[in-house]
């Protein structure tokens, strides 16, 4: 049977990914890989193997993907690129040398219509280990770009806190103009899931070897819009104060939210309205919906559960 490995076998894409193959009934063909084991233990149980493994140890990498077939290999959490480019390469390296046949990636949905730039620095790495995959003779690849998640709004609105609702979002875009084609994370899970599994089941003709594929939500929304339905959930109006990249990174809150290893990158991530203001997040596709086999959840929909929950 053929064996699927998940590294990392955690996070909130990671866990969905791991909870829809469990639901496909293919734990038993499970090898999860994670840098804490012991949070896998209800698996372990279900029939899965569990190892250890951690982007930022290369010499827990050696070896640890042997008997893996076909490998969903989950992005290092970081929006740097130098060093998040290397540590994919290392864990796909290290796939290689284990014999695995085929690697899905995690990739994300800027750089528009399945196109090879983005000014978003944070797709820079993404890009680069795409192109990574493409020119290895050796192994097969799918690069998934994820929607990006209706839940992560509060990166690009200035850290709003749903719970704790303030009554303007400060950010470099005046929220006019393309939008984002925001999906569920967990819904990007499934759909991935059920990828991993058609490929597990039959890898013979799979229509997505060595493609770029792009997975969206079911319409555009400007960020103008984005805050409103934020608005709508929270019960009180609120509006967009547009600033300029300099006041952006001057504000307080975002030192430490876009601080990786010790280097502060909020401007290097105000890249990311320029890739909004430019479209690169408004292209729609219906591959989500064609995979889940029904519509997609609205962003609204999504924002008031998030807003109803404590």
Do not use: C
């Not at 085929?102 to 528009?112: D, E």
């Not at 967990?186 to 890898?203: F, P, R």
Request: aromatic letters at 8%; proline letters at 5%.
């Amino acid at each position: 049977m053929t064996k699927i490995g998940v590294f990392p076998a955690a996070g909130g894409l990671g866990t969905s990914i791991i909870n829809h193959l469990h639901k496909l009934k293919l734990t038993s063909d499970l090898i999860l890989i994670a840098r804490k084991p012991d949070s896998l233990a209800e698996f372990t149980r279900a029939g899965a193997t569990v190892r250890r493994a951690d982007y930022d140890d290369p010499a827990t990498l050696r070896g640890v993907f042997d008997g893996v077939d076909v490998l969903m290999l989950i992005s290092y959490a970081s929006f740097e690129i130098e060093y998040r480019v290397e540590a994919h390469k290392r864990a796909i390296d290290a796939a290689r040398s284990s014999g695995v046949k085929h690697i899905f990636y995690s990739s994300l949905a800027f750089a528009g219509d399945l196109e090879q730039t983005s000014v978003a620095h944070v797709m820079g790495a993404h890009l680069r280990t795409e192109q990574y995959l493409a020119g290895l003779p050796d192994i097969t690849y799918t690069a998934i770009r994820e929607g990006l998640y209706s839940e992560s709004y509060p990166i690009y609105t200035s850290w709003f806190d749903i719970h704790n609702p303030a009554d303007e979002i400060a950010i470099p875009h005046s929220g006019d103009g393309p939008g984002v084609a925001w999906a569920k994370r967990d819904e990007l899970g499934e759909a991935t899931a059920k990828l991993v599994a058609h490929y597990a089941k039959k890898s013979e003709g799979f229509p997505y070897l060595n493609r770029v594929l792009l997975l969206s939500g079911p319409r555009v929304i400007s960020l103008k819009e984005t805050v409103d339905l934020l608005g709508q959930a929270v019960g009180k109006p609120l509006r967009i104060r547009e600033i300029s990249v300099d006041e952006y990174v001057a504000l307080p809150q975002h030192g430490t939210k876009h601080t990786y290893h010790g280097i502060d990158l909020s401007r290097e991530w105000a890249s990311a309205w320029d890739a909004i203001r430019l479209g690169e997040t408004a292209v729609m596709t219906p591959l989500l919906r064609e995979i889940l086999g029904r519509e997609p959840e609205s962003f609204e929909t999504t924002v008031n559960n998030l807003s109803a929950s404590k």
